[in-house]
């Protein structure tokens, strides 16, 4: 299956188990709900340009608006972390071994402990913005922090399940010159 298809399949998909599973289950403490669906954005090519890479999140981010009923909503989370995705990704792994031999960000490619960094980090800057779009208010400091924190802790936990039901083969760049 080439890496286009790939791709285009795993937009659909995140699209619908948001869309039709998550978004659909009952807030857990009323106000915490899951998020995985910015996974998407993560699990992208490393060879993806920044301008290629933010368009696609706006368009993934407009159509799950678009789908979920919220306009605008998700679109700017999703450019935000697409936005921040590359200057992550120099910093947490060597350009000339982990980009240069595989072709996306996994558990595999750049180990459990970067990885895990690189989730932890844009899934909290996405849960956050967010988060501060749908309250837009600085009346409980408190409540935002633990709305955040705890959105963020369950979305983890989701990620890193999927991480493991589904793992990503990491198939090695053939061609590395181009």
Request: aromatic share 18%; with cysteine; hydrophobic share 55%.
């Amino acid at each position: 299956m080439t890496s286009l298809l790939k791709n285009i399949i795993r937009f659909i998909l995140f699209i619908l188990v948001q869309v039709y599973i998550f978004n659909k289950v009952p807030p857990v403490n009323q106000y915490v709900k899951p998020y995985i669906y910015f996974l998407f954005i993560l699990w992208l090519p490393f060879n993806i340009g920044r301008a290629p890479l933010m368009l696609l999140a706006f368009v993934f981010g407009l159509t799950f608006d678009y789908f979920s009923g919220t306009p605008g909503l998700h679109t700017m989370p999703c450019v935000l972390i697409a936005y921040l995705r590359p200057f992550l990704l120099n910093l947490l792994i060597p350009q000339e071994t982990t980009q240069l031999s595989y072709l996306e960000p996994s558990a595999k490619s750049m180990g459990w402990a970067s990885y895990s960094t690189y989730v932890l980090i844009l899934t909290f800057l996405h849960i956050a913005l967010l988060v501060f779009i749908e309250w837009m208010e600085f009346g409980d400091f408190l409540f935002f922090i633990g709305k955040v924190t705890a959105t963020t802790v369950l979305s983890l936990i989701l990620i890193f399940i999927a991480e493991m039901l589904f793992p990503r083969a990491g198939k090695y760049r053939t061609n590395t010159a181009a």
